[in-house]
T-cell receptor, first 117, second 114 residues
Framework: DAGVIQSPRHEVTEMGQEVTLRCKPISGHNSLFWYRQTMMRGLELLIYFNNNVPIDDSGMPEDRFSAKMPNASFSTLKIQPSEPRDSAVYFC???????????????FGPGTRLLVL | AQSVTQLDSHVSVSEGTPVLLRCNYSSSYSPSLFWYVQHPNKGLQLLLKYTSAATLVKGINGFEAEFKKSETSFHLTKPSAHMSDAAEYFCVVTSDTGGFKTIFGAGTRLFVKA
């Protein structure tokens, strides 16, 4: 299995531009998670989906952030407009999503390193 | 409320000596506990997890951790460090009572000296 695939791996953009991050979960996994990692705040869960449905987006920092999962094999995290404080590494993870979330192993992608100038 | 405290931001050991990375947690509900490792510029990889079965959990690469409810601890150990163990380690607590929550510790960076 190829594991969780994220693209792009690096993104440099200017403040005010739209940024779209992409994720392909492991085939057969029903749950997908988006995380943000910064030096100041560590790893934070932004949103997660189960069977393509957003379950909890309470971690999304503000309305500039949105996430979609149009099908079981693809998800996007969009920032519009982007700001310098959005600079971080964004991770996507997936899990089987058939038991309780609590006990399931999450498999992480390599991350997208975003720099907003 | 849940929280995770990794007691050391950095740990330095010599190759071949034991490793101890400390983690304390707080959870109002029965938690699951995980240790993940992150190598530079890589995603996180699961080392081991505790999900209310055996309290001593064995993971990959010779790591193990013991869940101690009385001490609210889940320390990660390895008898003999290898150079390839140099990485950042995250202790994670999850629960799904009242909605799924996952809390990551701040991380402990492990340095291994030759």
């Amino acid at each position: 299995d190829a594991g969780v695939i994220q693209s792009p791996r690096h993104e440099v953009t200017e403040m005010g531009q739209e940024v779209t991050l992409r994720c392909k979960p492991i085939s057969g996994h029903n749950s997908l998670f988006w995380y943000r990692q910064t030096m100041m705040r560590g790893l934070e869960l932004l949103i997660y989906f189960n069977n393509n449905v957003p379950i909890d987006d309470s971690g999304m920092p503000e309305d500039r952030f949105s996430a979609k999962m149009p099908n079981a094999s693809f998800s996007t995290l969009k920032i519009q407009p982007s700001e310098p404080r959005d600079s971080a590494v964004y991770f996507c993870a997936s899990s089987l999503g058939v038991g309780g979330f609590r006990q399931e192993t999450q498999y992480f992608g390599p991350g997208t390193r975003l720099l907003v100038l | 409320a849940q929280s995770v405290t990794q007691l050391d931001s950095h740990v330095s050991v010599s190759e071949g000596t034991p490793v101890l990375l400390r983690c304390n947690y707080s959870s109002s509900y029965s938690p699951s506990l995980f240790w993940y490792v992150q190598h530079p510029n890589k995603g996180l990889q699961l080392l081991l997890k505790y999900t209310s079965a055996a309290t001593l959990v064995k993971g990959i690469n010779g790591f193990e951790a013991e869940f101690k409810k009385s001490e609210t601890s889940f320390h990660l150990t390895k008898p003999s460090a290898h150079m390839s163990d140099a990485a950042e380690y995250f202790c994670v607590v999850t629960s799904d009572t009242g909605g799924f929550k996952t809390i990551f510790g701040a991380g402990t960076r492990l340095f291994v000296k030759a």
